[in-house]
T-cell receptor
Framework: AQSVAQPEDQVNVAEGNPLTVKCTYS??????LFWYVQYPNRGLQFLLK??????LVKGSYGFEAEFNKSQTSFHLKKPSALVSDSALYFC?????????????FGRGTQLTVWP | DADVTQTPRNRITKTGKRIMLECSQT?????MYWYRQDPGLGLRLIYY???????NKGEISDGYSVSRQAQAKFSLSLESAIPNQTALYFC?????????????FGPGTRLLVL
């Protein structure tokens, strides 16, 4: 069974500090991994994804994420947080071997960056 | 994302009423999805469709039905709305080709069932 865990409901960081939003996953095969961001009153926006190749994936707005197979993790990171990064972040996984194509989402982590 | 639109954006209805939420997309994608979002629960899949003739139940399909009228249109119906269907509903699309299943979301419909 596929599942995603985001262990922190909320992450608070000061502007200019590095940020990390954690994600661990469970799939029966090899994963495709995704991060989405949701700003207030908006739909989810795609940030980045890991499909294959380099374990460090770079995405939109200066975000990056590192795929760690041994730890089954895909943590989202940014070297220097901005107040405008404050939003709800979702990690999602899909089993690479599945023909169904559906994503499994975590519960979300609310990121707050204060000035 | 303007390529995926949802109507209405907000809706208040009463218990027992039938309502329909509509989704349209101009991305040319075959695959479409309906999710609901509840605080602290993330997104849960209601129904998904891989083409016009293909409809599949997701993890929480009870109390909902869907219609795929065309490649570009996927509607979600609540036959008899109940208060615990109060939620934020999202439509999404994806392309099984080189984009590797990245899903693109509409702006959402906020539904309140009284």
């Amino acid at each position: 069974a596929q599942s995603v865990a985001q262990p922190e409901d909320q992450v608070n960081v000061a502007e200019g500090n590095p940020l990390t939003v954690k994600c661990t996953y469970s799939v029966s095969g090899n994963p495709y991994l995704f991060w989405y961001v949701q700003y207030p009153n908006r739909g989810l926006q795609f940030l980045l994804k890991y499909i294959t190749g380099d374990n460090l994936v770079k995405g939109s707005y200066g975000f990056e994420a590192e795929f760690n197979k041994s730890q089954t993790s895909f943590h989202l990171k940014k070297p220097s947080a901005l107040v405008s990064d404050s939003a709800l972040y979702f990690c999602a996984v899909r089993d690479r071997g599945s023909t169904l194509g559906r994503l499994y989402f975590g519960r979300g982590t609310q990121l707050t960056v204060w000035p | 994302d303007a390529d995926v639109t949802q109507t209405p954006r907000n809706r208040i209805t009463k218990t027992g009423k039938r309502i329909m939420l509509e989704c349209s997309q101009t991305k040319g994608h075959d695959r479409m999805y309906w999710y609901r979002q509840d605080p602290g629960l993330g997104l849960r899949l209601i129904y998904y469709s891989f083409d016009v003739k293909d409809i599949n139940k997701g993890e929480i399909s009870d109390g909902y039905s869907v219609s795929r009228q065309a490649q570009a249109k996927f509607s979600l119906s609540l036959e008899s709305a109940i208060p615990n269907q109060t939620a934020l509903y999202f439509c999404a699309t994806s392309d099984p080709g080189p984009a590797q299943e990245t899903q693109y979301f509409g702006p959402g419909t906020r539904l309140l069932v009284l």
